[in-house]
């Protein structure tokens, strides 16, 4: 009946990491936001303050800067990865890895029609993500990748039903067969394999996403993603599965009546809180065993 | 080889809800976001957009206003418990209901050196949540509760050090005896059973984890938080085990030395961005199966 | 020496407002976010509680949501024009009224290389904002509108300086001759005509802020400010004065040589704070008097 | 007809400060976020890149982390001034200085009863604020002091109304003798003296404010604050005016009764947004002229 440790795991969090190519005139912008975190044998440090084999976190962020330098950044899931085995590899205590990096998009500034070399405005568009976990060394080595995306709003003012659903006694929303689907979609994929093309399968994959959001005429956003993700499996078999986060930011349509006006679905009041959140899962039915893939805090939930 | 449908949940998410007691002159406020999510049979909305099993998210909304009247909020735990088991037990296709709710702190305004009896004031220390899962029906019910607390900011002046650790080719951070110490201590805590004075431990357990980090020398975050776990741990037998997600918010010297000026400890810079970010799990070796407890999205990470 | 009710406004903040045009399959959207405020006789609302002359906050909502039906939104300056003419010229205590609206962009979704008909992503480059004043009826009549962006966030790899600044026993900073330039812009600028194409001007004035911070050799934020205001007046005889805030985003160059790393402009560190901060107002020598064109709080500061 | 520079000034923002006085084993803590603007002749830093009467941002913050040690913080209002007096009397360029800072409380953590020496909890109630201009020097020296406070969050459940008010073709609210009365309250008071005894007068204002909040029955969110600023200005005479600026913070009643329940002012949903917005300033009839007190932005409104 002992009070013991469990799972553990630290790291630094949150390195604004901002790598540019300067090879040419025509530079190149990464932006980033890294999160290491080191899982192993660090129970000295938690019984006994006793910090021998806890590398800091500083020096963790220190590496992050240099592997941006040292080993280039090619796209985040291979950055990761590089610092992912490095501190398996080479940190003697460490017995596992988790980084995850999102990455921020900009796009050239436009002059007089062309894209300036070294100018460049932030697109808000979306957040590009990844999850890279090593663990284990030698035989027992599993490597996992997550690719994703978050912060993508997507918005459709027709082609979105609701209805026919189940009713109780709680239950006062009139069913409608037409009305704006709206959400702030957080997508992640896990791959099969590292011997992917990253920065090709990520846009392949946003523009599936989008493109199944717009043309599906939509039953519920259940519906949607179930589509959404069927699409990216098949048109990408190096991904095992991919998994779904999508609140339902509803517009409710503002009833005008009492002004003598009708409202035929052009004017809405976008709502904040509360919404719905819609989260589904798509996979193989033949997919890989995920391991720690999906554990971002090591059993720490 | 084919596509199916995974794990999937769906729920209407911070619903801001607010009551009062109002049974005396004296009234008595709380103030909460609440969030539900249902598991279940949901294949059929995804896979065809039929509805006929789904209970729209807005009827969720409206059942956690009307159990606010009709049942009250004893706790957020009990109220929590009290949704997670209608849903379950009443709504038919549903089988598991996850329950999450944050709780506002307010303080009685004071006039004249006496407490208001109905005016308060928002108090900024920390937020209370709790998560409760209910899963399954007759022999198989399954019943978790996890109380806890978020953004209790905790800082001490002296009485950390941080020093002998390992060195790698990228460290150089210098050690130290004594540093600023702070965190925003995010720290959940599971329930063995149900029979809990559910109020009288949140507030055991928030003074318990204040006093550990106040009086312990500490030689790391790491050993920080486990002497708060163990200590709350060894109070509260009720707790199964209890996690701590504490990031190391960083104070800097400022160096003043080009100034000619010494700066003993007096004069920091607390920088936002990046932090570490320490997580332990203190547990009993006896502890009980934790099942769905920690599981916030139905294995969707 | 009695104490008096100074300068007072009330209205309605954030009313986030969703407009479709579906006359055509090819539906359009504007997404903003209104505020209304509204000037008069409302001291005895204040000195005695008594309502009789005060439109209820609700009330203005109400009129935007209308107003966006009725009248339509043109742009969000002439929507502003609108509601302002009207609590003005139609609610006999209201002698001003000041509309400040938000807009947000969306771009088209792209399905097999086309631009969707009905479904939008939030592009999230920077927003677009108008504060339109109306003060006084009659010939006392004075109206104002200034047109604006924020969170227009622009960096540059290189071709910025700072150097042979003012130097004072506080200061530490080495010069640069090569350094990243960013910034988060905030401009304003004030019409002088009402007989304005106003989604025009709104895309030339960007295109033009973006131009010269490009292509300017920047000896300081300030001058880039300068040259950018002047650029925009210079194309626009109907804008009488612009103004900046300009947070100068610090991003530090990584010191990699600790690690035996050479590091040419290539690899930073984005702060979150502290960071510079310079504002600016260019204007023309001939500019008419602005009134209460930037007066957001009827001198409430 | 030329195109000139108008109004401007730089600073350096958001300096995350944090003081400790360790003169004995009870240490205390000043928690700060610095914001300094600097006005003068910095004309040719703009037209023509020219830094030499620039003083840079970076060496404001030095000078703010500096004095912290030098010359100590009393209160934030001593700091500011002295901060102010020294960029005007010892910068030559300098001709005014705007210091703003924003005082985060704490609250001694308590272990066994006792407050602890070292230790704190951060207190989320309120953020204390000032504002400190100096403007020119020798006999054309003004000097301005606003004091204040931000994120002041009073509820009361009882003893407020709304009814009576204005009606309109688009007024549907219905009137109300008993709602909630919420606000996030924003003051800000100008001393007409420099001879104050600052954390004391800030302790009794945020009294007063409270009690007044609590005690009036209010028939109006505008009678509460005229109430809430004659008490302040009644009790302080160092106090020439005081500005407040708060939101509505709308409490919606549930509808429970499609559910056969009755909501007595029992359960309420609280919304996010649109929010009423209120602002009144309240004066002395022969206060002095405020100058540039309330000038956050050198006229860059």
Redesign the interface.
């Known amino acids: 009946?002992?009070?013991?440790?469990?799972?553990?795991?630290?790291?630094?969090?949150?390195?604004?990491?901002?790598?540019?190519?300067?090879d040419s005139a025509r530079?190149e912008?990464q932006?980033l936001n890294v999160?290491t975190?080191l899982r192993g044998s660090?129970a000295e440090?938690?019984?006994?303050?006793?910090?021998?084999?806890?590398?800091?976190?500083?020096?963790q962020?220190?590496?992050a800067?240099?592997y941006?330098?040292?080993v280039g950044i090619e796209s985040i899931e291979t950055f990761g990865l590089a610092l992912a085995r490095h501190f398996v590899d080479?940190?003697d205590?460490v017995t596992g890895a988790r980084i995850e990096i999102e990455q921020y998009g900009?796009t050239r500034?436009?002059?007089?029609g062309a894209e300036?070399d070294?100018?460049?405005?932030?697109?808000?568009?979306e957040v590009r993500t990844a999850a890279i976990t090593v663990d284990g060394t030698g035989d027992d080595r599993h490597v996992h990748v997550v690719g994703g995306l978050k912060?993508?709003?997507?918005?459709?003012?027709?082609?979105s039903e609701?209805?026919?659903?189940?009713?109780?006694?709680?239950?006062?929303?009139p069913a409608t067969s037409d009305r704006?689907l709206a959400t702030s979609l957080v997508a992640?994929w896990r791959f099969e394999t590292l011997d992917v093309e990253w920065d090709a399968v990520y846009a392949s994959v946003k523009?599936i996403l989008?493109?199944q959001?717009?043309?599906l005429q939509?039953?519920?956003l259940?519906?949607t993603?179930?589509h959404m993700?069927?699409a990216v499996?098949?048109a990408h078999p190096e991904i095992a599965?991919i998994?779904f986060?999508a609140?339902?930011k509803h517009?409710f349509l503002?009833d005008?009546s009492?002004?003598g006006?009708?409202?035929?679905?052009?004017?809405?009041?976008?709502?904040?809180?509360?919404?719905?959140?819609?989260?589904?899962?798509?996979?193989?039915?033949?997919a890989s065993d995920p391991g720690s893939a999906?554990?971002?805090?090591?059993?720490?939930?």
């Open positions: 009946m002992a009070i013991v440790l469990g799972s553990h795991q630290y790291g630094k969090a949150e390195s604004r990491l901002v790598r540019f190519r300067r530079h912008i932006d999160s975190s660090f440090a938690h019984l006994y303050g006793d910090q021998s084999q806890v590398l800091p976190t500083d020096t962020k220190n590496t800067y240099a941006a330098k040292s080479d940190i205590p900009w500034a436009v002059v007089d300036h070294h100018t460049w405005v932030r697109a808000g568009e912060d993508l709003v997507l918005l459709k003012s027709t082609g609701f209805r026919d659903f189940l009713v109780d006694e709680y239950t006062t929303l704006v992640r523009r989008v493109a959001f717009a043309t939509s039953l519920a259940q519906q993603l179930w993700g069927k499996l098949a599965e998994r986060s609140p339902n517009h503002a005008l009492p002004f006006l009708e409202n035929s679905g052009e004017v809405f009041h976008a709502a904040d809180r509360p919404y719905g959140l819609i989260q589904a899962n798509i996979t193989r039915d033949d999906w554990d971002a805090g090591a059993g720490l939930a």
